[in-house]
């Protein structure tokens, strides 16, 4: 292992995707490692949502069909940006609504409890605001999630088995539910295994692509999955709130929305103001309102970077990043106790690198502190998150240098061991 950081310069100047690196606004001497939480404003972003608002102000409610970027098409513009990324065809994704929105709309379209079949399957591991959801969800078809709730256990806290998972398919499980990425240790499930293997048993399944989406690449279409969803402002720097996405396989087309709105509508017939609904037989039937012009529109210029690159380029980098990044912590740091605790083998690490130490949160501080930006996840994690189109391997290489310095001369002892309000 070459601890150099010459050697990391050396990996720079190799790295086919550095010039993305200008794209973006980076902060003088900090490390923004983090990305896998909220990803940094690009300058392509960023005028991309002056162009929409230029377009409100010169067409006010023209800018509905006119502009460069008609408001009422432009789900569909960047749907048919974003499949690629998930191994989908244009038509079988739509960019609206939220994370939760998105998977409140798609379990009360597929989640249909009758005979044997009243469970919904997830995960312990998963992030809250999914389980809340389903449990929603249950209550709503009028079933005790206590009961109707089934969540595969962790043998080690940290990640998930693929037979765990399979063996949890009971002919009383009517969907799952699954993170393609767990959101704290970064474990890449086998989106294709479970799939089929749930598709064998008669049970339809979908994923959140939260931690994935633009960080490494899926064949959902070819894998058969049901349906997905995601936010956008993690790898995909769309932004703080930025606009969702959803994917439903076409095999799923004319099933009509579980929650239908206003957008549900085919695009010809939408302003024939029917009180019956005439679904889109696109994704587009499973919007609900409205879309946010403004809040979708940073996407417009982060989805063209992500086309420009291309998502297998993407994850090349990505796994050489975190690999790099594993090799030095194993190098320079495991005798102050820190542990990896998400998976190393490259077919199931996510896009980041999940620490565990029991002084995570003043740690985390402390690298805050000394301009390296992580992600503390309580009560113990530290994620890290070298994103492959801003990041760079000698900032890899600098992380580990200033946590080494902090951890030798302690002074992550000058904070208290305790998260913050946003953590």
């Not at 690009?42 to 970027?69: F, N």
């Not at 380029?313 to 998400?342: H, V």
């Amino acid at each position: 292992m070459n601890t150099e950081k010459s050697y990391a310069k050396e990996l720079d100047q190799q790295d086919e995707l550095k010039s993305f690196r200008k794209e973006f606004y980076l902060g003088n001497d900090t490390i923004y490692f983090d990305g896998n939480s909220l990803g940094l404003l690009s300058k392509r972003a960023e005028q991309s949502v002056l162009a929409l608002m230029a377009s409100w102000k010169e067409h006010a409610i023209d800018g509905w069909t006119e502009g460069t970027h008609p408001w009422y098409y432009v789900s569909e513009k960047l749907g048919k940006l974003s499949a690629p990324l998930i191994g989908a065809e244009a038509d079988e994704v739509i960019v609206t609504g939220s994370t939760t929105t998105n998977l409140h709309q798609l379990a009360a379209t597929f989640f249909n409890p009758k005979g044997k079949r009243t469970k919904i399957l997830a995960d312990e591991l998963n992030f809250p605001s999914d389980i809340y959801a389903i449990k929603s969800q249950l209550e709503l078809k009028g079933v005790d999630p206590e009961e109707h709730l089934v969540q595969v256990k962790s043998k080690n806290g940290n990640t998930l088995e693929t037979t765990d998972i399979v063996a949890a398919m009971t002919e009383d499980i009517a969907l799952i539910i699954l993170p393609s990425v767990l959101y704290r240790s970064g474990q890449l499930l086998d989106i294709q295994t479970l799939t089929k293997e749930a598709h064998q048993r008669g049970i339809m399944i979908g994923f959140d692509l939260c931690h994935s989406i633009g960080s490494i690449p899926h064949h959902l279409s070819e894998w058969g999955v049901d349906f997905a969803f995601w936010c956008t402002y993690k790898h995909l720097n769309g932004g703080p709130g930025s606009v969702g996405g959803l994917y439903v396989n076409r095999r799923h087309f004319g099933k009509r929305p579980g929650l239908a709105g206003w957008f549900s509508s085919a695009k010809d017939k939408q302003f024939d103001m029917e009180h019956t609904l005439s679904p889109a037989d696109t994704a587009g039937a499973y919007q609900i309102g409205t879309p946010h012009v403004l809040s979708i529109a940073p996407l417009i210029g982060s989805l063209e970077m992500f086309q420009e690159a291309g998502i297998d380029r993407i994850r090349d980098k990505s796994l050489r990043l975190t690999g790099y990044l594993m090799d030095l912590i194993k190098s320079e740091l495991f005798s102050y106790g820190f542990t990896i605790a998400n998976p190393e083998d490259e077919t199931t690490r996510g896009g980041h690198v999940f620490l565990i130490h029991p002084e995570a949160a003043r740690i985390c501080k402390a690298l805050k502190a000394d301009g390296v930006v992580p992600d503390f996840r309580n009560p113990n994690g530290i994620r890290l998150a070298p994103v492959a189109l801003y990041n760079t391997f000698e900032e890899v290489w600098e992380m580990v240098s200033r946590l080494k310095e902090i951890m030798d001369k302690k002074s992550y002892k000058n904070y208290e061991n305790k998260r913050g309000v946003i953590a």
